[in-house]
């Protein structure tokens, strides 16, 4: 069985790195837009402001980070029960027919806040993690065990059977 903590555990672990990582790289880009050698040369030289630009980026991609790793420590995880519809924290299993290659698959996704797209490892299957504002995440928030949706991407329509909700 699926421990949803430990999951969440690790989760947090992944976002945690991702923000020290980025916060290094955000304070030496910061620190080289304000370097001297990155003045102004002449009028065209654009360094100094393509530094800037490019730290500003990253400072926001930072608090982004900081607002998902909050939500995500905050989560209150929930046990379902039979006839219980999706919602966030729940560990969905479902299987989805690709109807652009016709094949069908069966994947657990793991509904969080914040973080989605990324991929845990568990002893014994692969889930995946989405939001709720994900085009897939919005198909399943309200379904139930034994529902049917269907969601559209890039690629064509799938179709999802919801086969456990944990």
């Known amino acids: 069985m699926i421990d949803k903590a430990e999951l969440l555990e690790v ?14 790289r955000q304070r030496d880009t910061q620190e080289g837009a304000t370097h001297e050698e990155s003045r102004a040369e ?16 990253l400072a926001e ?13 905050r989560l209150e995880l929930r046990d379902f ?11 969905v299993l479902i299987a989805s027919q690709d109807d652009a ?5 069966r994947e657990t996704w793991f509904l969080v806040p914040g973080a989605g797209g990324l991929e845990l490892e ?18 399943l928030l309200g379904l139930g065990k ?12 799938r179709t999802l ?6």
């Open 11 to 24: 989760l947090c672990d992944q976002v945690t790195a991702d923000l020290e990582s980025l916060e290094r």
């Open 161 to 166: 059977k919801i086969l456990e909700i944990r």
């Open 101 to 105: 290659v016709d094949v069908t698959t």
């Open 122 to 139: 568990d002893s014994s299957e692969r889930i995946r993690t989405l939001t709720p504002a994900s085009p897939l995440g919005r198909t």
């Open 61 to 73: 991609r930072v608090t982004d980070l900081r607002r998902t790793l909050t939500a995500l420590t």
């Open 146 to 157: 034994g529902d049917e949706g269907t969601v559209h991407t890039p690629r064509g329509q």
């Open 42 to 57: 002449h009028a065209k030289d654009t360094r100094a402001t393509e530094q800037g630009y490019l730290a500003r980026g």
């Open 81 to 91: 029960e039979p006839g219980d519809s999706i919602a966030v924290s729940a560990l």
